[in-house]
């Protein structure tokens, strides 16, 4: 049963820093190209960051040069560093792995901003 389990979401000041983890169980973890999604209230669901299997990332023009995603394939784990954050940053923060044309998602994790 394919697991992932997200954590490090919080209510930070704007200009702050978050850390988010998203832990991963049976996939094949190194295979997986992983990802980070945000859905705020009342909008659609959009991507933050992606990673690739061989280290490859993209990121939206809104998180650009604020936010890293990275992963440690030891530990089956995808992170989000979050800096310089701003209210409208606030949202449901969803991990996403993809295997081929399969996508699992997280159950997602809150990140509130205060202005």
């Known amino acids: 049963q394919v697991q992932l389990v997200e954590s490090g979401g919080g209510l930070v000041q704007s200009g702050g820093l978050l850390r988010l983890s998203c832990a991963a169980s049976?996939?094949?973890?190194?295979?997986?190209?992983m990802g980070w999604y945000r859905q705020a209230p009342g909008k659609e669901r959009e991507l933050v960051a992606q990673?690739?299997?061989?280290?490859?990332?993209n990121y939206s023009d809104s998180v650009k040069g604020r936010f890293t995603i990275s992963r440690e394939n030891a530990k089956n784990t995808v992170y989000l560093q979050m800096n310089s954050l701003k209210p409208e940053d606030t949202a449901v923060y969803y991990c996403?792995?993809?295997?081929?044309?399969?996508?699992?998602w997280g159950q997602g994790t809150q990140v509130t901003v205060s202005s």
């Open positions: 990673i690739t299997t061989i280290g490859i990332t």
């Open positions: 049976g996939i094949i973890f190194r295979l997986t190209a």
């Open positions: 996403d792995g993809s295997f081929g044309n399969r996508h699992y």
